[in-house]
C-alpha cells in the first residue's frame, strides 16, 4: 500500500515520555517525511524494520530536543515494544488501520460479530495495535449489547492471547473476588489454608487500580510478588500455591489493554467484568474456580437480582469452557478485617493465621468458608467435612507454616512494616450502635491518606457494624506518613466520616463517591 | 473536592508538542504533587489558577527538559488555551470529571438525553473539557441511535456554542455540498451569481481534510481566506458575499472537537452528519439554505433511498429551526470540472466565470443550476426567472466582476499559482468509452501527488464518462513538485488508474479507497 518514500526513513530517538499504553511518536514540524500527516493533525504512523511493524499515534514537535527534521522520537511504551537502538533508521509511513476495525464499527452500527472477528480485534489490542480512541470504540460499542457467543468468543480470545499455564494436576483451584470492599484479604489465608492441605492454588493477584491495596500490593509486605512464569512453576510445586502479582505473568493482556481505556471512563458492564476474570482465570491453568461476590448498600453489586444476573453469566461462561465454576454470594456492608491499607491489612492477616487473640474473626470466618468450598474439590475429602478441614489446617498453625513456606519460596520482602507515623482519631458524635459503613468513602479516604503507594497509611477500625459506642469513643484511627496527606485526610473525614451510629446519622450513600 | 496540597502547586513550563485537539501536560516522576495519579499511569488533571480551569491529559516525564521536579509542561494546545507565562505557578489536582459524563454514560447504557443533558455535553466539549476517549464515547454511544428530539437538541447546542452570525436582511442564502467529488468547486461560481444579483451570501467553507482541495483552499489561490468575523461582515456588506475559511470565524466549535475523533474513526453515521452541517449553517445565519446531495457509485451516497432518507433528515431540522432548507441530489457518478487540486480547480472556476470557451461545461451547468435555486428565494424575482437570471449574470461579466470585487475585498493571495513541474499521463489502454470514473481513487492519486499541501498538485482530466477515446490517448494527466510524490502517484496509477472504458476494464469498486 505504502511504498516508502526515499524521506521517509528517519532515525529513532527515545523521548522520555511515559505515555501510559498507547504507542505515541513524534516527528518535528519541519520533517520531510508524512507532510500530509503533520498537516492533518491527527493520523495514525507504521512503523516498519526488518518485519517489525509498530502503530503509533503521531505528534508533531517544534522542537529539535524532541525530534529533529530527520528523527523520529519514541514515547517509552513504543521504544520499549520497537526494541531498536537510538539511531536505527526506520521506514514510517502512514498506518495502514488494522482490518478489525472494520468489525468494530460494524458492532458499532448494530451487527453481531464473529468467532473471527472477535479474535482478530483481540489479538490486535493485545499487540498494541489500537490507539486509545480505537479501544474505546470497541468498549462502548459493545457496552449496550453482546450476545452470549460473543462473550464467549470474548472470553476465549482473551484468555488466548497471553501467557497460558498448564498444571500436571486434574484439580487446580482458584478464588477470586469481584472486589470492592475494603481490607477483605481473604486471599492470603485461604491460599495457605488449601496449599497446606496439599491442592493446588496458583493464585495471581493484581495491585490496587482504584482502591487503597490490592492483594499483590498487601503481599509486598511480605514477600516478592514480581515473579515470572517459570519461577511460578518452581514455588507451586514446592509449595502447592503462591500469592503472586498478576501482572508479571501477562495473563490476558488484552484485558490489561481494556481495562486501560473502561478505568479513565467509568465503563463497568457485567459482560466486560466476566470476560476479563474468566479469560484470566482461564489462562491460570485453574480447573475449579471459586467466585466470591460481595452485596452490600456500597459494594459492587448492591442486590440479590444483580448478585443473581452476574452469577449466571459466570457460571454459563466457566461451562462453555470446561471450567467448575462455583459463585457465593457474601456480606457486603463493611469491610472485611480491621486494616485498610497493605500494612495494615498484612498485619490482620498473619493475626488470622498466627491464631492471635485479637485476629479478626470476621476475616477469619470468611476466609474458612471460601477454604472450606475448595477444600471439597478435593475428590479425597468426604463431602461436607471441608470447612472442618479448614479450620484444623488454620488452629494447628499447619496454614501458617504453609504461608512462611511460600513468603521463603517467593523471596524476602523490600517493603517497610512500619505504620504512617502521623495519625488520627475520628471519634463516635454520640453513644449508639454502629448501623452502617461506607466501603466507598474508607476506600478513599485510605487512597487520600497515601495507600497504597505509602504501604504504612490507611485505617485501622476499631469498630464494627453492631458494635455499641459512646460519644468520644474511636470509630477507627487513619495512619499518614507526610503532613499534606495527613490534612487532606482529615477534612476529607470531617465532610463524612463514612460511619452512621444508631439512625443518629444519616445512612451513607453510594453516590459519597 | 481536592483542597489544594502545599506540594500541588507547579510551575508552568511550555513543552513544544503539538498533540492536536488534546489538552495534554506532563510532570516528573519524581514529582510529590498527584503521586497517586503518576502511579496509576493514566488520569486527567485540573490546572487551576484565578477561577481559570483547565482539564488535561496527564503523561509522565523521566527527562527534567520536559518538566522537573517543580514543574508541569503544557503541550501546545493546552499551553494556548490556559495563556499565562513560562513560570507562573498553578495548582493542580486531580479532575473531577466534566458532570456530563454522566449522561454520556447513560446514552451508552441506552437512555435517551435531555435537552439540558446534550447542551451540558456541547458546552463542555465545545471547551475542551473533554479527553480524546470520552469524546469517541459520546460519538460511539449516540451513533446506534439517536432520537428527533436528540438530533435537534444536538444541534441547536453545537449552533449556540461558538460564534452565532446575525445579519440585517430578510434573505441571507447559502449552499452546502455534502461532498466526495473531486473539483465540484461550484460555490465559487454560485456565490458571485448571486452576490451580483444582490442577495447576501456570506459563505464560509472548510479546508481539505481527506480530500485533495477543499473550498477554502481552492480559493485561497486567488485571495486570503483567513478572514475574521468583523471583517467577513464588512466584506458582505460591501460585495454581498464572501468565500473565507470557516475554522477563522469559529463556527460550531463543538462541531470541530467531534470532527477531530470522527475522522480517525471513520465514523459517518447521518445524523451526526446532519447536525454537523446544520448547526454550522445556523450559526452563520443563513435563512435559506440549499444541500447538495451527489449520487454516484463512489459519491458519498450511491443510491436515492439513502439521499432520500438525509434529505429528509435535513428538512426536518431546517424546519425546526426556523429555515427554509432545500435540498437537491446532484449526478455524482464522476469529477466536476476538469481540475482536482487548488490550482486546477481554481483554473476551472476562473474559466467558467470568464466564459472561457474551454471552461468546464459540467461545471457551469451545475453552478447555474444551483444559482438558480437560490436567486428564486429574491422575493422581488418572478418565480421560474433564476436560471436565466443566473446565466445572465453569468455570460454578461457581471459574475466576474463581482468575483473580482470579493477577491479585492478578502486580499490578495500569497499562494503560488504554478502547476507542478513534474507530471505524467495517464492512456487509455484501448480505443472504447469512457464508462466510469472512480471519485475515491482520483481523489486519493491527487492527496498522493501532494494536493492540497502543494497547491499546484493535482489533476487535469481530459475525458469524462461518455467520451470516446483512442488507444494511447491520454485519460488525465498528474501534476507534482517533489519526484517521491510523483513516483509514489504513478505507482498509484499503474496499480489503477480509477477509469472504466467500454466495459473492458472493470468498474472501479468503492471499497478500493
Known amino acids: 500500500m505504502h511504498p516508502d518514500l526515499p524521506h521517509s526513513q528517519l532515525k529513532i530517538r527515545r523521548v522520555r515520555l511515559d505515555t501510559g499504553r498507547e504507542n505515541v511518536v513524534v516527528i518535528s514540524r519541519q520533517s520531510k517525511a508524512l507532510r500530509a500527516e503533520i498537516f492533518r493533525g491527527f493520523s495514525r504512523v507504521e ?14 514537535t517544534d522542537d529539535d530536543t524532541l525530534a529533529a527534521q530527520d528523527e523520529i522520537g519514541l514515547s517509552e511504551p513504543a521504544f520499549r515494544r520497537f526494541a531498536e537502538p537510538v539511531g536505527t533508521l526506520v521506514a514510517v509511513t502512514p498506518a495502514t488501520p488494522p482490518e478489525s476495525l472494520e468489525a468494530v464499527r460494524a458492532k458499532i452500527r448494530g451487527r453481531t460479530l464473529s468467532q473471527a472477528e472477535i479474535g482478530a480485534i483481540i489479538n490486535d489490542l493485545a499487540h498494541y ?15 449496550s449489547f453482546i450476545t452470549s457467543d460473543e462473550l464467549l468468543a470474548l472470553t476465549g480470545a482473551m484468555a488466548q492471547a497471553g501467557t497460558q499455564l498448564v498444571w500436571p494436576d486434574p484439580v487446580v483451584v482458584d478464588k477470586h473476588c469481584i472486589g470492592g470492599i475494603p481490607g477483605n484479604r481473604t486471599s492470603m489465608v485461604v491460599v ?10 496458583p493464585k495471581t493477584s493484581s495491585r490496587a487500580i482504584t482502591s487503597p491495596a490490592g492483594t499483590a500490593d498487601t503481599m509486598e509486605v511480605l514477600a516478592r510478588v514480581n515473579v515470572g512464569v517459570e519461577e511460578m512453576k518452581a514455588i ?9 502479582w498478576g501482572g508479571h505473568v501477562n495473563l490476558s493482556p488484552a484485558d490489561d489493554v481494556l481495562i486501560s481505556v473502561e478505568r479513565p471512563l467509568s465503563l463497568d458492564t457485567r459482560e466486560q467484568m466476566v470476560a476479563s476474570i474468566m479469560s484470566k482465570k482461564i489462562a491460570a ?34 461451562d462453555r469452557f470446561g471450567r467448575t465454576v462455583e459463585v457465593i454470594t457474601t456480606d457486603g456492608r463493611q469491610p472485611i478485617g480491621n486494616g485498610i491499607g497493605p500494612v495494615l491489612e498484612a498485619n ?27 477444600l471439597e474439590y478435593d475428590p479425597k475429602l468426604r463431602g461436607g467435612a471441608g470447612y472442618a478441614r479448614a479450620r484444623e489446617l488454620l488452629d494447628s498453625g499447619a496454614a501458617l507454616k504453609q504461608m512462611q513456606k511460600i513468603i521463603d519460596a517467593q523471596g524476602p520482602s523490600t517493603c517497610s512494616t ?3 507515623s502521623l495519625s488520627f482519631d475520628i471519634k463516635a458524635a454520640h453513644d449508639g450502635t454502629v448501623s452502617a459503613i461506607d466501603c466507598l468513602r474508607l476506600n478513599r479516604l485510605a487512597r487520600t491518606a497515601g495507600a497504597p503507594l505509602d504501604k504504612g497509611a490507611g485505617i485501622r477500625l476499631f469498630k464494627k457494624i453492631g458494635d455499641h459506642v459512646e460519644q468520644g469513643e474511636p470509630l477507627y484511627r487513619v495512619y499518614a506518613f507526610d503532613q499534606p496527606e495527613h490534612d ?21 450513600s453510594k453516590t459519597a463517591s
Do not use: Q, W
Request: glycine share 10%; aromatic share 4%; hydrophobic share 50%.
Open 129 to 143: 495495535r489500537y490507539s486509545d480512541m480505537e479501544i474505546a470504540a470497541f468498549l462502548i460499542g459493545s457496552a
Open 348 to 374: 490482620d492477616v498473619m493475626a488470622v493465621l498466627g491464631n492471635d487473640k485479637d485476629a479478626p474473626r470476621d476475616l477469619r470466618e470468611k476466609s474458612l468458608r471460601l477454604a472450606a468450598h475448595l
Open 236 to 244: 507451586v510445586s514446592s509449595c502447592n500455591g503462591c500469592l503472586i
Open 47 to 60: 512503523l516498519r524494520l526488518n518485519g517489525k511493524v509498530l502503530l503509533a499515534t503521531l505528534l508533531i
Open 285 to 318: 491453568g485453574s480447573t475449579h474456580l471459586l467466585i466470591d461476590i460481595p452485596v452490600g448498600p456500597t459494594a459492587k453489586v448492591t442486590g440479590a437480582v444483580e448478585a443473581m444476573r452476574l452469577r449466571k453469566l459466570f457460571e454459563f461462561v466457566g
Open 418 to 420: 512500619e505504620l504512617g
Open 488 to 508: 487532606l485526610a482529615a477534612s476529607a473525614a470531617a465532610a463524612g466520616n463514612g460511619y452512621a451510629v444508631d439512625g443518629h446519622d444519616a445512612l451513607p
Open 192 to 201: 495457605p489454608i488449601v496449599a497446606a492441605h496439599g491442592l493446588p492454588i
